[in-house]
């Protein structure tokens, strides 16, 4: 099985699908790289190199004990980037959790290798609420996460999951099956995984990683995101990066990358085409 080991001795799985100019998939909490599997597909398909993987904790990666805040994470796609060679003419996609990694990339790294970026239903620039980030999420709701999680586990990502993507009492954009296809994707990921890096993308502040992004940035946000709300991320990350294109999905949910697949992966393939 195809595994990068990072700085810190912690094996990273890697897919990576096609021939050509590489794009990068960071995934969201609490999924791993399978959630990306339509685009990666779509991107081999029409003659780029998907790289997606495993963020550590999660998946088929490395469970260890330390390193999810995002300076480590982020380390850990600099050396994915590495040692798959796509560290030149590259494109860098961050989906939810993942947008954090694309940000601190960009001002941690300077965007070496990196000629565009994506923040996808992103939680660039900052979640939590706070006086000069009144739109976030409080941080009642951010701890709450965490206690239900160590509560009932399964139950928790059940009711998360359909929120995630959509489903309500009368409609659902997706079928059950995807629900239980994606709750099978979060019970892959470490209890204690899971918990650290909810912390980490609730807390971590990236509106100072913003200015570093000198390359074009696709912004990709549902208006109906209950669980990255887009006045605070999407939106804003838009304002904050010079040569962004924001696009907003009206009524779209979290997941709209699943529940938006084929607009979504045309818009995405419109972008690196440009």
């Not at 799985?13 to 959630?35: C, E, M, Q």
């Not at 000069?132 to 160590?150: C, K, M, Q, R």
């Not at 309500?168 to 990921?189: N, R, Y």
Request: glycine share 10%; with cysteine.
């Amino acid at each position: 099985m195809p595994y990068v080991k990072t700085r810190d001795g912690t094996d990273i799985y890697v897919k990576d699908w096609g021939t050509g100019r590489p794009v990068i998939l960071t995934h969201g909490w609490p999924l791993n790289a399978d959630s990306w599997d339509a685009q990666a597909m779509a991107l081999a398909h029409a003659g780029f190199r998907a790289i997606a993987y495993d963020r550590r904790g999660f998946g088929r990666s490395g469970q260890p004990w330390t390193g999810y805040n995002y300076d480590t994470l982020t380390d850990d796609l600099a050396d994915v980037m590495e040692a798959t060679g796509a560290n030149t003419d590259a494109t860098i996609v961050g989906f939810s959790m993942g947008g954090g990694e694309i940000a601190r990339y960009m001002s941690r790294y300077e965007g070496k290798g990196v000629v565009a970026a994506g923040l996808i239903s992103s939680v660039v620039p900052y979640m939590l609420k706070t006086d000069d980030n009144p739109d976030g999420v409080d941080e009642e709701t951010l701890a709450s996460i965490g206690a239900n999680i160590e509560d009932d586990r399964p139950a928790f990502f059940k009711t998360f999951l359909q929120q995630f993507l959509g489903v309500g009492f009368i409609t659902s954009p997706v079928s059950d099956e995807i629900v239980d296809w994606a709750w099978s994707l979060a019970m892959q990921a470490g209890l204690h995984p899971t918990l650290e890096c909810a912390k980490a993308f609730g807390h971590t502040d990236f509106r100072q990683d913003l200015a570093a992004f000198r390359v074009p940035t696709l912004v990709v946000h549902g208006t109906s995101d209950k669980t990255v709300p887009i006045d605070a991320t999407g939106r804003a990350a838009a304002k904050g990066i010079a040569d962004s294109q924001l696009v907003e999905y009206d009524g779209a949910p979290h997941g709209l990358t699943i529940t938006e697949s084929d607009r979504f992966t045309n818009d995405l393939l419109t972008f690196l085409g440009r």
